[in-house]
């Protein structure tokens, strides 16, 4: 069997991969990156394709030359995106949030191998099919076994980045409670239900869609929506998802349904990549980023450290960041010769605090909580009441209502969609009655008092593994009061 020692090895070939392995390699650290796909399906994966302000260095920072990326006309950087839709379209609803800067829809195939390309041009390493299928320990990680060109190979280091995306196999061979670590190891392991899955087909369409400049979602019957979002006028990444605690969804036969009688994608076609249909079906991360992404010689990053979105599940930006906090971490460890836990602790640190997205994300994550315990034509009813501006706020990580003035506009903006959605029918419609609508209206406002708690807690995140402990607990105890708020049940609470 072939060994290979090298300072860092990357696992995985995706954004939060590249930008990890490109982030130390530019410090002079030794960097191996392992991808299971060949060099010329690196990048192709199931994605949403929506990246919004792709050159603004907080998010998307470290080597990575994101303006010669954005530069290259086959990546679609064109801000062809001006806002976002959401439709209801059996209640004749549609909310439209125009973005304040454009946004794009990018070829995500494209972007993967511009990102793979920078990641080998500052000096990492890259071994293309590989799988990797176990991993290797001594009270701190010390490499992974795979099989390369069919080949059986091992490689060694001083610490493993875990940039293999949501619901990672590393996370199953690594037995936490056996590393070094002071007390109880701090490294959370995700659960099942704290992800989605996702389906997407590329579609050629004959004559260019209405919504060429929008990107569109809609309700599904479980916890997830359908989108349409306009790589250009004519092709289209149409897909759906739902939360993996919901009923299976049948996501082929379910999105053909949807969209084989709609006028504008009469007579196309999906498009080819690699001489096969353009389809393909992933997990997503939908809970709030882990409360810890680090062990000894182990750090986790974008969709394997939950840096995805919580309801909408973007995860491009989050992947992007949290590798290049990866990168700058591990190689701050290697330079101090300490990897583990409190030498790793950066990482966390850095999200959390000095970037603050991973904050964001995290409180966020009580809408998403919330939701699950509304039936979808409840849901379906509160979205038709929200006005967009709180609907921005949900689906976004800005804060917009926030003065008693854009409370009470929001407060009147309710009542102004409740008597207009009132007289079109719309809850009779839906099956929904007037008292639990107004229960759900009163859980929306309970929740937004809640997120601001849990910005407090996460933006006090420790800055060092010593206190821990009591910043867990304290985050502990407002998880309980939330679910004691709204009600609920110990079965049905996330965490």
């Known amino acids: 069997m072939v060994r290979n020692q090298y300072d860092v090895i990357v696992v995985g070939g995706g954004?939060?991969?590249?930008?990890?392995?490109?982030?130390?390699?530019?410090?002079?650290?030794?960097v191996v990156q392992l991808e299971r796909k060949p060099r010329e399906q690196g990048g192709f994966i199931a994605c949403g394709d929506a990246i919004k302000s792709p050159r603004d260095p907080k998010n998307y920072p470290g080597p990575i030359d994101m303006d010669a990326i954005a530069d290259d006309e086959a990546v679609l950087v064109d801000n062809n995106i001006d806002q976002i839709e959401y439709w209801d379209e059996e209640l004749d609803v549609r909310k439209v949030l125009p973005y304040e800067d454009s946004s794009n829809v990018v070829d995500r195939y494209e972007f993967g191998q511009r990102l793979l390309e920078q990641a080998a041009d500052c000096g990492v390493e890259q071994h293309y099919d590989t799988v990797v299928n176990e991993v290797t320990q001594n009270g701190q990680i010390t490499g992974v076994k795979a099989v390369r060109d069919g080949e059986p190979v091992s490689y060694e280091c001083d610490v493993l980045i875990d940039a293999a995306g949501a619901q990672s196999i590393l996370q199953d061979m690594v037995s936490f409670e056996d590393l070094d670590t002071p007390s109880e190891p701090t490294f959370e392991v995700p659960h099942y239900t704290h992800f989605g899955s996702a389906y997407r087909e590329i579609i050629e369409t004959e004559q260019p869609v209405e919504y060429h400049n929008a990107i569109v979602g809609k309700p599904l019957e479980e916890m997830g929506y359908i989108w349409y979002f306009p790589r250009t006028p004519t092709q289209i990444n149409v897909g759906l998802g739902f939360q993996m605690n919901k009923e299976p969804i049948p996501l082929a036969d379910r999105l053909r349904r949807d969209i084989e009688h709609r006028h504008e994608y009469q007579g196309a076609t999906v498009a080819e990549r690699f001489g096969n249909t353009n389809k393909l079906g992933a997990a997503i991360a939908l809970r709030?980023?882990?409360?810890s992404m680090v062990a000894p010689g182990y750090l986790a990053t974008g969709g394997a450290a939950g840096t995805t979105h919580p309801i909408t599940g973007k995860g491009i930006r989050g992947a992007a960041y949290s590798g290049y906090s990866a990168g700058r971490a591990v190689a701050q460890a290697i330079e101090d010769g300490d990897t583990s836990e409190a030498g790793l602790w950066e990482h966390n640190?850095?999200?959390?605090?000095?970037?603050?997205?991973?904050?964001?994300?995290?409180?966020?994550?009580?809408?998403?909580?919330?939701?699950?315990?509304?039936d979808?034509?409840?849901?379906?009813?509160v979205a038709a009441l929200l006005p967009e501006a709180e609907i921005r706020e949900?689906?976004?990580?800005s804060t917009e209502v926030d003065s008693l003035k854009s409370k009470f506009l929001v407060g009147t903006g309710v009542l102004k969609n409740f008597v207009s959605e009132y007289r079109k029918d719309s809850f009779d419609t839906l099956g929904v009655s007037k008292r639990d609508l107004l229960e759900s209206i009163r859980t929306v406002r309970k929740t937004r008092n809640h997120v601001a708690r849990y910005e407090q807690q996460y933006e006090a995140y420790p800055t060092d593994p010593s206190t821990f402990d009591t910043w867990l607990a304290e985050r502990d105890r407002i998880d309980q009061a939330f679910y004691d708020d709204l009600g609920i049940p110990p079965s049905e609470q996330k965490y």
């Open 288 to 291: 709030r980023p882990l409360d």
């Open 349 to 374: 640190r850095w999200l959390y605090r000095e970037h603050g997205e991973a904050a964001k994300l995290a409180s966020w994550d009580a809408y998403n909580v919330a939701a699950s315990m509304l």
């Open 394 to 397: 949900i689906v976004g990580t």
């Open 376 to 381: 979808v034509n409840t849901l379906r009813a």
């Open 15 to 30: 954004i939060a991969g590249c930008f990890a392995a490109a982030t130390a390699a530019a410090e002079g650290i030794d």
